[in-house]
């Protein structure tokens, strides 16, 4: 079965300037899951998406971040505009919802540096 | 957000020595899991732990579900030098809103050949 597959693994942006991450879970995994990660620490959740709506974005910053998953599948987070605290790797993950619903499966992430 | 201690947060070791790490909560969780993270990589699912007292062991690795479900713990036995990298312990709870994941800060290992 192919993994969750992440888009851009790299991005080197200027303050201020915008960047779009994209992510497509495994097949047939409703439950879709961006996480922030700092180095140094642990993957933060920014949103978690059922099919096409939001769960929780409880933690994610609403005045710069935003996150889609318009047909339940793919999704995309953007930040606009970046700040120097947003350099991180940006991490997609994805479950099921029945049996092994509570184990997460992750991408390779993208690495986001922001001068 | 649930807090989850990890320790140590670093280690260095021998090859061929024994490695254990362990996370606590505050709070129940209904899985334990643990991952391993490669420089530049995402974590990589090691053991998934169900139930309270659960012992569960992958080849050199044993990881073992708290009696209180509030902690955890993994056991490397006979490092080798691909066993360096960060290991991430991650508690699972059932929520109305759906299963969340709460993750620790880490234990960076090396090991020394």
């Known amino acids: 079965e192919a993994g969750v597959a992440q888009s851009p693994r790299y991005k080197i942006i200027e303050k201020r300037q915008s960047v779009a991450f994209w992510c497509n879970p495994i097949?047939?995994?409703?439950?879709l899951y961006w996480y922030q990660q700092i180095l140094g620490q642990g993957p933060k959740l920014l949103i978690q998406f059922q099919n096409n709506g939001v769960v929780d974005d409880s933690q994610l910053p609403k005045d710069r971040f935003s996150a889609e998953r318009l047909k339940g599948v793919d999704s995309t987070l953007k930040i606009q505009p970046a700040k120097l605290e947003d350099s991180a790797v940006y991490l997609c993950?994805?479950?099921?919802?029945?049996?092994?619903?509570?184990?997460?499966?992750f991408g390779a992430g993208s690495r986001l540096t922001v001068l | 957000g649930q807090q989850l201690n990890q320790s140590p947060q670093s280690m260095f070791i021998q090859e061929g020595e024994d490695v254990s790490m362990n996370c606590t909560s505050s709070s129940i969780f209904n899985t334990w899991l643990w991952y391993k993270q490669d420089p530049g990589e995402g974590p990589v699912l090691l053991i998934a732990?169900?139930?309270?007292?659960e012992l569960t062991s992958n080849g050199r690795l044993t990881a073992q579900f708290g009696i209180t479900r509030k902690d955890s713990f993994l056991n490397i036995s006979a490092s080798i030098p691909s066993d360096v990298g960060i290991y991430f312990c991650a508690g699972q709870l059932e929520t109305n809103t759906g299963n969340q994941f709460y993750f620790g800060t880490g234990t960076s290992l090396t090991v020394i050949p």
């Open positions: 732990l169900y139930k309270a007292g």
């Open positions: 097949s047939g995994h409703a439950t």
């Open positions: 993950a994805s479950s099921w919802t029945g049996f092994g619903a509570n184990v997460l499966t």
